[in-house]
């Protein structure tokens, strides 16, 4: 039978949820998160389905890429020859078989409908795994989470619209990001690899990833990972590397390739001669390496930080376990003790207990003793001391790891020799993550987000768009060097 004062605790909890302050945490602090992450999903999924339903289809790239998969269904295996209506194709081998797939179950490319809300799955999936490091990092609060995703126009439209392979891409490496977090080095490396095998704009986060293998792991165990890497792309183009290596080399990781101005994003304010010349590139590859360099120092003081942390975790966790046992113990044992005592009183104002009854009462009470390693009871235990439990958020150390990665990842985007509209999706979900590392007030905060969104949502992009652009990305970019550099300062100050 159920004690009232059980009923009591559960109308306690409830009514708490029900507070001006519990609502007001569940909405600002990111330790709630993973409350408003699911709700984020589960409106996520009826919003993306609304969409398919009611927006029309625009056809961009879906049926060059089955035409591509097609010839390579056909047995064509030399890069060269494999055409769609955009033109050749551009990517590696994961892609192939990726949509080659899609091909299968879509009735060749023709039931549209269907690869829309295979898309859904892959971009509810895709914010799982994006949430889940929110949830890890508690660095953004819930409600700049819940805006920032619900409300984008461009990428609801990538994801469900148009159906590129860039959210596949991207995909894969949110989860390897998850499984690095959880220290699974291979199977991290393996989806890494898979991403870069969809589209190579993953290579991006490689400078930051290798010194974090180096960094966690020294060169020996850096090694394996990275053969791990280029075995899954070996392995993966193999059919298509004994065919014409060369052919498939240079068109799916062609670092070379000159992109159509049409759809540029970033350089719509520059002549295309400008655009298409080799000095261009250079300077912009010079300037990439050239914050690299700057960047690169305080990711790799992070990563130091991430690995002594995780490594003092790895010593500390076992003991608070083994103290919140004792203490679990201590509290069961206490129970049992009233429990006796309230039932003794009981049966003394009923009648005396019989000698084999205390007998058995003094037995069991020994035998719990014993099992405590033969102590004797305390005589006296403070409830607090009974219910403490004792833990440490290890996981906020994630941030140590997740700030270098969109920190790398967003200096490849800032120095991107042209950025199409499909491209946002390589950066969205690490804005929010990024802005919240700035030392900037909430309100340039939402107004850099705002503005990102709006060149990004300009067709075609204009002059003031493609500037206005680059000046928002310079200025998150001064805000995470400021800001990391001022913190390092202090932390050697105080060492």
Not at 304 to 331: G, M
Not at 464 to 473: E, I, P, R
Request: glycine share 4%.
């Amino acid at each position: 039978m159920v004690n009232i004062s059980t009923y009591q605790d559960i109308f306690r909890k409830i009514k708490k949820l029900f507070t001006w302050t519990y609502l007001k945490t569940l909405v600002l602090s990111p330790v709630q998160v993973h409350v408003i992450a699911f709700f984020i999903i589960i409106i996520e999924l009826v919003l993306n389905i609304f969409i398919v339903e009611s927006v029309p289809y625009t056809e961009i790239d879906w049926k060059a890429y089955m035409q591509q998969c097609e010839g390579v269904l056909n047995g064509t295996y030399d890069y060269s020859q494999l055409r769609g209506d955009t033109g050749p194709l551009v990517y590696p081998a994961g892609f192939v078989y990726i949509y080659s797939i899609f091909y299968y179950i879509t009735n060749q490319g023709v039931n549209i409908k269907l690869a829309q809300y295979i898309f859904i799955g892959i971009y509810l999936l895709h914010l799982f795994f994006v949430l889940r490091i929110y949830i890890k990092t508690r660095k953004v609060p819930p409600y700049v989470l819940a805006i920032t995703i619900l409300t984008s126009y461009r990428i609801h439209s990538i994801h469900v619209l148009r159906l590129f392979n860039d959210p596949i891409a991207v995909l894969f490496l949110y989860i390897s990001l998850n499984l690095f977090l959880e220290s699974k080095w291979t199977l991290g490396s393996i989806f890494y690899s898979l991403g870069v095998s969809v589209k190579m704009n993953i290579l991006l986060f490689a400078p930051a990833l290798f010194f974090f293998y180096l960094v966690n792991l020294g060169l020996k165990d850096t090694t394996k990972q990275l053969l791990v890497c280029g075995i899954i792309q070996i392995v993966l183009g193999l059919p298509f590397l004994l065919v014409n290596p060369v052919a498939y080399l240079k068109g799916s990781f062609d670092v070379g390739r000159i992109f159509n101005h049409t759809w540029t994003v970033n350089y719509r304010f520059m002549e295309i001669s400008m655009f298409e010349s080799k000095c261009f590139h250079f300077t912009l590859l010079g300037i990439h390496i050239m914050l690299l360099l700057i960047f690169l120092p305080f990711c790799i003081q992070y990563f130091k930080s991430y690995c002594r942390l995780k490594y003092v975790q790895k010593e500390v966790q076992p003991q608070i376990d083994a103290k919140n046992r004792e203490n679990k113990a201590r509290a069961k044992f206490k129970g049992i003790k009233e429990a006796k005592m309230k039932l003794s009183k009981k049966i003394d104002d009923q009648e005396k207990l019989s000698k084999e009854q205390e007998d058995f009462l003094h037995s069991f009470e020994a035998m719990l003793q014993n099992a405590k390693g033969g102590n004797k009871a305390p005589k006296r235990m403070e409830p607090d001391e009974d219910e403490l439990h004792y833990s440490i958020n290890f996981d906020i150390l994630s941030q140590l790891f997740i700030l270098p990665m969109f920190i790398v990842n967003f200096i490849g985007i800032v120095c991107a020799r042209s950025l199409h509209y499909q491209f946002y999706c390589w950066y969205f979900h690490s804005l929010p993550y990024l802005l919240w590392s700035c030392n900037f007030s909430n309100i340039i905060r939402f107004l850099i987000l705002a503005l990102i969104e709006l060149c990004w949502n300009t067709y075609p992009s204009t002059n003031f768009t493609s500037a206005l652009l680059h000046v928002c990305h310079i200025t998150v970019l001064y805000g995470l060097y400021t800001k990391i550099s001022n913190e390092l300062k202090i932390a050697s100050k105080i060492r």
